[in-house]
């Protein structure tokens, strides 16, 4: 069975482990602030999803973000880098 997630393909979704996670719990996960992930979120940086009233995480993102970096921690990766 396949399943489209924000435009992308996959038919081996692991569904015992949670594919979307809240605000709060991506704050958690991060060791940031709710306002921190709404906005990263606001900004673009962090793509979200919205079912019903809830505004959830892709797990995927957030792995993309801890992998690219986002905001200030992206910016400063760069210019490290940039200076080597």
């Known amino acids: 069975m396949q399943h489209q997630f924000l435009g ?4 081996n979704i692991d569904m015992t ?3 979307l996670l809240s605000v709060q719990e ?3 996960r991060w060791s940031v602030s709710y306002f921190t992930v709404r906005r990263l979120i606001d900004t673009g940086e ?3 999803v919205t079912i019903r009233t ?12 801890e ?4 905001g200030t921690a ?9 200076k080597l």
């Open 67 to 70: 992998v690219e970096g986002v």
């Open 8 to 11: 992308l393909w996959s038919s």
């Open 26 to 28: 991506t704050a958690k």
């Open 17 to 19: 482990e949670k594919q």
């Open 46 to 48: 962090l793509r979200s």
């Open 54 to 65: 809830r505004r959830l995480v892709p797990l995927s993102e957030i792995e993309r973000c």
């Open 74 to 82: 992206r910016r400063r990766k760069e210019s490290i880098s940039g």
